[in-house]
């Protein structure tokens, strides 16, 4: 599709396939933390005007590659493009985040949820997908990406953002059929939609079950697993004579970190709840391991980072099979110098 990949080690790291040093890219690396992104959204009008540009979407993507050199680049989006793209009405208003006009009630709604051609009202994404493939030009590996679906029905049914997860629980304890219904179609539409990042150019692909760990642990099994078991079953995964690794992510969900490794996934995110090494003894080396510094980490002095860096990469241990990351996504007031002496001491620390 393109020219040949020049550093694969996330890649190959997520095949657990010794590499001469971890390496390193963090979630939301494209975004609001940077002055360039800030330059860039303000002419992009809105947020979702910039993840619809697909010239736009592809500098964003690559300005943190051009400032850290990481090791990976993650395409520059958004996790509610899908129920965007089902018509809920996806507005963003301001210091309030995501907001849908038409949230997902009532069984009948769910009938109405048609499953989106990816091709068709998802179609800039994948033209983000392919003109950043084409611009990174073999310097790194793409990953593409989606929330679960059990995250994305949160949206869906709260209408936005919640605290309490009132509307969706409250649907999942008083009519659980018309749940499973969603979070089936749901599924579909993210495996099309993954597929699609695939043939698009999308090297590797991420699953962000970012509200997983607010279940209990049967209703994780059920309501947020099961689904995620579908997604994997339902991927492709090998393109242009390589494998596409696939990583699942639920926030605070270290105690399922054996059963997630089960799904036969590549890769499995670990936040900063949870020592790599327990990780790692939980997972008995089934699958590669993602993280897990505290992103308010690089609020502290350059000091203080190269120590917790050190420590993560301890946690992990010698062997195959990490990729450095934060626990979650960047803040957007931490100084990118800061980013910048992280990066630096995976590289320094992890070749040794």
């Known amino acids: 599709m393109s020219a040949e990949l020049q550093n694969d080690l996330y890649l190959r790291a997520l095949n657990r396939e010794d590499v001469p040093r971890t390496p390193v890219w963090v979630m939301r690396q494209a975004g609001r933390y940077l002055p360039e992104y800030l330059k860039v959204r303000k002419q992009a009008g809105d947020f979702m005007s910039l993840c619809s540009n697909p010239e736009l979407a592809c500098e964003v993507t690559l300005q943190p590659i051009d400032r ?20 809920l009405g996806l507005h963003f208003e301001t210091g309030e985040g995501p907001k849908f006009s038409n949230p997902v009630r009532t069984a009948a709604d769910v009938e109405k949820l048609p499953i989106p051609d990816p091709t068709d009202s998802l179609r800039y994404v994948m033209d983000a997908v392919s003109t950043i493939r084409r611009e990174l030009n073999g310097r790194v590996p793409l990953i593409g990406f989606s929330g679960s679906p059990w995250t994305l029905a949160t949206y869906m049914v709260e209408g936005g953002g ?27 539409s ?35 697993l099961r689904y995620m078991q579908q997604i994997v079953d339902g991927l492709t995964r090998q393109a242009d004579g390589r494998k596409v690794p696939v990583v699942l992510f639920t926030k605070n969900g270290g105690q399922w970190l054996d059963i997630m490794a089960d799904t036969g996934c590549d890769g499995l995110g670990v936040d900063w ?47 195959p099979g990490h990729v450095f990351n934060l626990g ?25």
């Not at 919640?162 to 579909?188: N, R, V, W, Y």
């Open 162 to 188: 919640t605290k309490d997860f009132a509307k969706i629980k409250g649907m999942l304890f008083s009519d659980p059929l018309t749940l499973h219904k969603m979070l089936d179609k749901t599924a579909q």
């Open 328 to 352: 979650h996504g960047i803040h957007q007031f931490v100084n990118p110098d800061n980013l910048g002496v992280m990066v630096e001491a995976v590289r320094e620390f992890s070749t040794q």
């Open 190 to 224: 993210v495996i099309s939609y993954l597929n699609a990042q695939v043939e698009a150019g999308a090297q590797s692909l991420m699953v962000f079950d970012t509200w997983g760990g607010v279940l209990a642990p049967a209703n994780y099994r059920e309501f947020s």
């Open 273 to 319: 709840t949870t020592d790599l090494s327990d990780a790692r003894a939980r997972t008995g080396d089934r699958v590669a391991l993602q993280g897990n510094l505290d992103p308010s980490v690089l609020y502290g002095s350059p000091e203080s980072i190269r120590t917790e860096v050190q420590r993560v990469l301890d946690s992990y241990g010698t062997g």
């Open 68 to 87: 850290f050199n990481l090791d990976a680049a993650i395409l520059f989006s958004d996790i509610l493009t899908i129920p965007d793209a089902m018509g």
